[in-house]
């Protein structure tokens, strides 16, 4: 399996929004409807941030085919005492398609784009790891944290993925 990586433009912004679509069926999130108005916003949204460089996108190909993607954002943040940067990244879109997966694919995309990060001056980055993912992310230095979040949109269920996390 030869794989060639390379960074995203433009171009691939509809191949992102398959793998989001994607990742959110694979770990059962959301109804078809919920789906679609969320593909929607984000392809708005990600159409944007690749212009702007806001969000670094990054695919690993085979044969010319997309088999695996992430996306970072250099996200807007609070300066803390663990680091003044303003900054962070924030890795969100790591899709493998199912036919590759097991392969280490994702954390070589994740290595990828930590170096990015490094480049960038980035000191922290941070991620939603589904369920599934949790153990990869782990065993590359990743720590859970103490974050919490409350949904409070009217007929909005708390999805499953984000219950039981400790």
């Not at 929607?40 to 190909?61: D, P």
């Not at 036919?99 to 000191?123: K, N, V, Y």
């Not at 990869?136 to 996390?165: C, D, N």
């Amino acid at each position: 399996m030869s794989l060639a990586l390379r960074s995203s433009t433009p171009a691939d912004l509809e191949t992102h929004v398959v793998h989001r679509i994607a990742m959110f069926r694979d770990m059962e999130m959301g109804s078809e409807e919920g789906l679609k108005r969320m593909a929607e916003a984000f392809r708005q949204q990600l159409r944007s941030w690749l212009v702007t460089g806001q969000c670094r996108g990054l695919l690993l190909e085979e044969d010319g085919h997309v088999v695996a993607s992430v996306l970072m954002l250099l996200k807007d943040t609070l300066p803390t005492p663990v680091t003044p940067l303003s900054v962070r990244g924030y890795l969100f879109n790591v899709y493998t398609a199912p036919s590759h997966r097991r392969r280490g694919l994702a954390a070589r995309l994740t290595d990828a784009a930590l170096e990015l990060a490094r480049g960038l001056g980035i000191e922290i980055m941070e991620l939603h790891a589904s369920l599934e993912a949790e153990g990869m992310y782990q065993r590359m230095g990743f720590v859970p944290t103490s974050e919490m979040r409350l949904v409070m949109g009217a007929g909005i269920k708390t999805p499953k993925q984000w219950k039981h996390r400790r």
